[in-house]
Nanobody
Framework: QVQLVESGGGLVQAGGSLRLSCAASGRTISSYAMAWLRQAPGKEREFVAAISWSGGNTNYGDSVKGRFTISRDNAKNTVYLQMNSLKPEDTAVYYC??????????????WGQGTQVTVSS
């Protein structure tokens, strides 16, 4: 079993930056692809970014390409999401998830509890 805990969310002005972290415990996540997803009030959950087990492959949602960067440190059992040039429409609860495989498939087996990101205009 893997427990995922997100941190780093908060309130930031438009144009600012935040770095989210997802710390895993229980077992290593080094063999899992990992992903970040988000959900804004009244909207469906949206894919943000994913990274393969080694970090060699990444995928991004169209709305965050060029602004967000996903990375991982398997030695620390942690995944990160660097968010730059934030916009009010990035406001959401951000979730970390472990994918069912070493490369992104969009089939998640473990979820974190989420961290709130609020971007003011």
């Amino acid at each position: 079993q893997v427990q995922l805990v997100e941190s780093g969310g908060g309130l930031v002005q438009a144009g600012g930056s935040l770095r989210l972290s997802c710390a895993a415990s229980g077992r290593t996540i080094s063999s899992y692809a990992m992903a970040w997803l988000r959900q804004a009030p009244g909207k469906e959950r949206e894919f943000v970014a994913a990274i393969s087990w080694s970090g060699g492959n990444t995928n991004y949602g169209d709305s965050v390409k060029g602004r967000f960067t996903i990375s991982r440190d398997n030695a620390k059992n942690t995944v990160y999401l660097q968010m730059n040039s934030l916009k009010p429409e990035d406001t959401a609860v951000y979730y970390c998830a472990a994918d069912n495989g070493s490369y992104y498939r969009g089939k998640y087996v473990y979820w974190g509890q989420g961290t709130q990101v609020t971007v003011s205009s």
